[in-house]
């Protein structure tokens, strides 16, 4: 009996009032930029965590049974995937005031 069922990616797009975004820097341009940083740094994060967590699965000779019987790692690889993507959590955290940034035209007036 075959599963038919394919699960299919939500998608739930939302839009964004930019003069929102432009409010927490007073541009646009820096508010993307600090986003960008920070959507990076999630991502280098998720990165380093997955690959430890799957590291705990490797082996150092891997034969034809080990890796299509796996299904530990084809969970952990799954939920990652599920997980909201680093843009968007980055978004998040920008607009409720998560987010530390400084900017260094502001450290050069002051002196």
Do not use: C, W
Not at 26 to 49: C, F, H, L, V
Not at 86 to 99: F, G, H, V, Y
């Amino acid at each position: 009996m075959e599963n038919n069922k394919v699960k299919k990616p939500v998608t739930a797009a939302i839009s964004r009032d930019l003069s929102e975004l432009e409010e927490v820097t007073g541009n646009i341009y820096q508010t993307i930029a600090i986003m960008s940083k920070r959507a990076n740094q999630i991502s280098s994060n998720m990165k380093e965590e997955l690959q430890g967590k799957l590291e705990e699965f490797a082996s150092d000779h891997d034969n034809l049974e080990e890796i299509f019987e796996n299904r530990e790692q084809i969970e952990i690889s799954s939920h990652y995937e599920r997980l909201p993507k680093p843009t968007l959590k980055a978004i998040e955290e920008m607009l409720n005031d998560k987010i530390y940034y400084r900017s260094t035209e502001e450290e050069s007036a002051e002196e």
